[in-house]
């Protein structure tokens, strides 16, 4: 186990995430015009006439030395089609925050939410491509703790579990692009596959981006940070962090144009002093990032929950699908 290392420049739990607050600094703001608030407000708000539906998968993994059960929440956009061999799908590998759960973007099987309302519309009014969307949990027994270091040690060995259990489950049983549910039919197929996450699933955004870039070509780090060098690196060791990545960049074989990260925050959430030094630090090296592949946003007046996730989600899921 690490040590967990705690800021010097102040720290705070802003629902369920360590984060510094140092001076504020300029960020990358992008606002919701008064049009596109109504439109988002509309689609959570309403159900689309083509609507999808959210639908469990079981699957078994790995835990402390023994085989344990767990689940995910699938989004299958409308018109999915068990009998369709032909149409593939995109897919996104969405991961909640702390204390959060399996069901906190959806709500449960069969049941509606704002971000299916979202994703619906989006959907149906070609804002983004059908695509299937996976709400894991980083949590092995359900116990949704705020202890964030634990939370953090999950974040670090989900890749692990993403690749050889959830993936094969979700992907042997829908249409995505994989041809085959082993490496070599995920890494045919990475293009065309997303792993996002919000606050600690932010963090765990990161490790895939560190150990499944094979897989995965698109990231969507939410009020979050990397903590592959310690607890809340991105503010307490932004270029070790920043040089990590740009290693497993560099290391990776892929160009600058082989994957893409949209990173982003709200400018009220504490979080946002983590991610701006990391994202700063990474934009130094510019041989693995630059302006094209590394995108970061803030929503101005968000705070870390999930109405600002909402606006994030919205602005960024088009880059990919």
Partial sequence: MRPRTLLTLGVVVVAGLLVAIPLARDGDEKPVSAPEADVLSRFQSTSAQEQGEVVRVDYKTRYDNATIDKRALVYLPAGYDEQDQATRYDILYLMHGAGMGAESFFGGAGESSALKNILDHMIEERQMRPTIVVTPTFYPDGNASLDLHYAGELDRAFPVELENDLMPAVEGRYRTYAPTTDAAGFTASREHRAFGGFSMGAVTTWYAFIDSLDYVKYFMPMAGDSWVIQDSGGASAPEETAAHLDKVARGSGYQR?????????????????????????????????????????????????????????????PLFF
């Fill in 257 to 317: 144009d082989d994957y893409l990260i949209a990173a982003s925050v709200g400018s009220n959430d504490g979080t946002k002093y983590q991610m701006e030094p990391q994202i700063r630090e990474m934009r130094e090296l510019p041989d693995s990032f630059d302006d094209g592949n590394l995108r970061y946003t803030e929503d101005p007046d968000g705070g870390h929950d999930l109405e600002s996730v909402y606006r994030q989600f919205f602005r960024s899921i």
